[in-house]
């Protein structure tokens, strides 16, 4: 019998580095941004500092898109839709474990380069949207 394999909810983003999320203003206006990520169990998982504008703009909407993209951001593949909410802290620890096993030494890296940071980080957990 063959492994069961198991299917991403995000299948565009598959063996990408980054993705352009972009989330929205009161207006509508889509603000992109390219993030680090990792899919674990159908959810994408993000980390950003709790004061960064993903936040503030998540606490009115929790729409976001998600697409594969470079390092500056220019999209390599096709969009999906999703939403987001950000993790509790007693949820972070999953998503921290995703991100680490995706990026390894470079993710250790950033952590320690984040710690002189003012603000606190936060996770960000992304759904599929409901079709």
């Given at each position: 019998m063959?492994?069961?394999?198991q299917?991403s909810?995000f299948?565009?983003?598959?063996g990408?580095?980054?993705?352009r999320?972009?989330?929205?203003r009161?207006?509508?206006?889509?603000?992109?941004?390219p993030?680090?990520?990792?899919?674990s169990?159908?959810r994408?998982y993000?980390t950003t500092?709790?004061?960064?504008?993903?936040?503030k703009?998540l606490?009115?909407?929790?729409r976001?898109?998600?697409?594969?993209?470079?390092?500056?951001g220019?999209?390599?593949?096709?969009?999906s839709e999703?939403?987001?909410?950000?993790?509790?802290?007693s949820?972070?620890?999953?998503?921290d474990?995703?991100?680490?096993?995706k990026?390894?030494?470079?993710?250790?890296?950033f952590?320690?380069s984040q710690s002189?940071r003012?603000a606190p980080r936060?996770?960000l957990e992304?759904?599929?949207?409901a079709?």
């Amino acid at each position: 019998m063959a492994p069961a394999t198991q299917t991403s909810a995000f299948p565009n983003l598959g063996g990408h580095s980054f993705m352009r999320l972009t989330t929205f203003r009161k207006s509508g206006e889509p603000v992109p941004t390219p993030v680090w990520f990792a899919e674990s169990d159908g959810r994408l998982y993000v980390t950003t500092l709790s004061n960064s504008g993903k936040v503030k703009r998540l606490s009115h909407t929790s729409r976001v898109v998600v697409e594969p993209c470079t390092a500056k951001g220019s999209v390599l593949g096709p969009s999906s839709e999703g939403s987001a909410r950000i993790l509790s802290p007693s949820e972070a620890e999953a998503a921290d474990a995703a991100l680490t096993r995706k990026y390894g030494f470079q993710k250790r890296a950033f952590d320690l380069s984040q710690s002189f940071r003012r603000a606190p980080r936060v996770y960000l957990e992304i759904l599929p949207a409901a079709r």
